[in-house]
């Protein structure tokens, strides 16, 4: 199963901000929601943004989520150390009728 | 409060079984859509299975296609995943998966803390 391309690794300073991006092709980001997943250290995955751009109830506002083409990222702001954390983008694709993942990005607060 | 609680995992010789079973309860287990996405050691998210609310519409990965057998139980809200002619690249922590549709098909609102299956003679 194909995957998107995230970056492995991305770092900041705290109150930085940073992107992750997630590169896909027409058949999954060009046509698809994107959604992006956090997954603390030791811990299952938790939904942090969807349709592209949106927050769950409970995500805060310096975390956002763009799309153009077949491309996507998501931005954090205000960096914290408690981002620290691997950050996952997905989205459906319709040539393979299944879901494809980013490899992820391990995120690291300096 | 919604809970998702896989079990089966363990340690299986290659070219083994295994039936993992998801034991939902918090929610209309009948009204949500489920999956199976798997964890390698070390390793990024891979979606396996799915499964439509009404278990009529199912999708599988193509590294399980003709070994996994994804299923569930609504009037036991229970999900399943057997797992069939196993490898050693199938070893991961497997996730019970729900999707709502609250936030858009494909959108996994709500995980299991997972079980592992290790593969290895």
């Known amino acids: 199963q194909s995957m998107l391309t995230q970056p492995p690794s991305a770092s900041g300073t705290p109150g930085q901000r940073v992107t992750i991006s997630c590169s896909g092709t027409?058949?999954?980001?060009?046509?698809?929601?994107v959604h992006w997943y956090q997954q603390l250290p030791g811990t299952a995955p938790e939904l942090l943004i969807y349709?592209?751009?949106r927050r769950p109830s409970g995500v805060p506002d310096r975390l956002s989520g763009s799309k153009s083409g077949t491309s996507a990222s998501l931005a954090i702001s205000g960096l914290r150390s408690d981002d620290e954390a691997d950050y996952y983008c997905a989205a459906w694709d319709d040539s393979l009728s299944g879901v494809v993942f980013g490899g992820g990005t391990r995120l690291t607060v300096l | 409060q919604v809970q998702l609680v896989e079990s089966g995992g363990g340690l299986v010789k290659p070219g083994g079984s295994l039936r993992l079973s998801c034991a939902a309860s918090g929610f209309t287990f009948s009204d949500y859509y489920m999956s199976w996405i798997r964890q390698a050691p070390g390793k990024g998210l891979q979606w396996v299975s799915y499964?439509?609310?009404?278990?009529?519409?199912?999708f599988y990965a193509d590294s399980v296609k003709d070994r996994f057998t994804i299923s569930r139980d609504n009037a036991r809200n229970l999900l399943y995943l057997q797992m069939n002619s196993l490898r050693a690249e199938d070893t991961a922590v497997y996730y019970c998966?729900?999707?709502?549709?609250?936030?858009?098909?494909?959108?996994?609102?709500?995980w299991g803390q997972g079980t592992l299956v290790t593969v290895s003679p």
């Open positions: 499964i439509s609310s009404a278990g009529h519409t199912i």
């Open positions: 027409t058949s999954n980001i060009g046509s698809n929601y």
């Open positions: 998966v729900g999707d709502s549709g609250s936030y858009g098909h494909w959108a996994f609102d709500y």
């Open positions: 349709r592209d751009n």
